[in-house]
């Protein structure tokens, strides 16, 4: 299997600031995803990262708010950018593993 | 389009009844990848099983069953005599590849009273 770490493990941001989030894998993979989850909500993809290329985002996701690293194959990092209330959320990494999925333990923010 | 829905947003039952959470999915895709997760106050997403579109074998394990049925697209999930330890937020997912851009479903909270 695939171990994934992720940090902040939490955190409570003031708006307007930033905040980035890594992620490390124990294992070289190609793919590394990161969703969202809203308060009571289910998870959504923000976007697919491969590493050596830009990352895909989905609809409703743009890479000012949410620009993505991944300069090797077993590191990404998120930013959430001039965050305001509403990206409190929990945002979890996740590879693609010898055909499964793994997935970290979250990021849970909190703006202020 | 790809879909998941979860119809019951909350199920509360008593310890050691039996519990059965539903999953309609969609998807034009011949090959895809039906999943649950658990979901625990922690926060943790605990994989608990995958199935492949050409699998319609039920699954057991344990005290968790998995009825996949093509024909009405769903892939329901049952808990046999439920235990506190069992509630969480379950996830039904689909994925057109085997573990790369999974569509969650919304979620189902199940609570179990002891």
């Known amino acids: 299997s695939a171990v994934i770490s992720q940090k902040p493990s939490r955190d409570i941001c003031q708006r307007g600031t930033s905040l980035t989030i890594q992620c490390q894998v124990d294992s070289q993979v190609t793919m590394m995803f990161w969703y969202r989850q809203q308060p009571g909500q289910s998870l959504t993809l923000i976007a697919t990262?491969?590493?050596?290329?830009?990352?895909?985002?989905e609809s409703g996701f743009v890479i000012d708010k949410f620009p993505i690293s991944r300069p090797n194959l077993t590191f990404s990092t998120l930013t959430v950018s001039n965050m305001s209330p509403e990206d409190s959320s929990i945002y979890l990494c996740s590879v693609e593993y010898r055909s499964e999925a793994f997935f970290g333990q979250g990021t849970r923010l909190t703006v202020v | 389009a790809q879909k998941v829905t979860q119809a019951q947003t909350e199920i509360s039952v008593v310890e050691k009844e039996d519990v059965t959470l539903d999953c309609v999915y969609e998807t034009r895709d011949t090959t895809y990848y039906l999943f649950w997760y658990k979901q625990p106050p922690s926060g943790e997403l605990v994989f608990l099983i995958r199935r492949n579109s050409f699998d319609e074998q039920n699954e057991i394990s344990g005290r968790y069953s998995w009825n996949f049925q093509k024909s009405t697209s769903s892939f329901n999930f049952t808990i046999t005599a439920s235990q506190v330890v069992d509630s969480a937020v379950y996830f039904c997912a689909l994925s057109e590849l085997s573990a790369s851009k999974i569509i969650f479903g919304s979620g189902t909270r199940l609570s179990i009273r002891p």
């Open positions: 990262a491969n590493q050596g290329s830009e990352a895909t985002y």
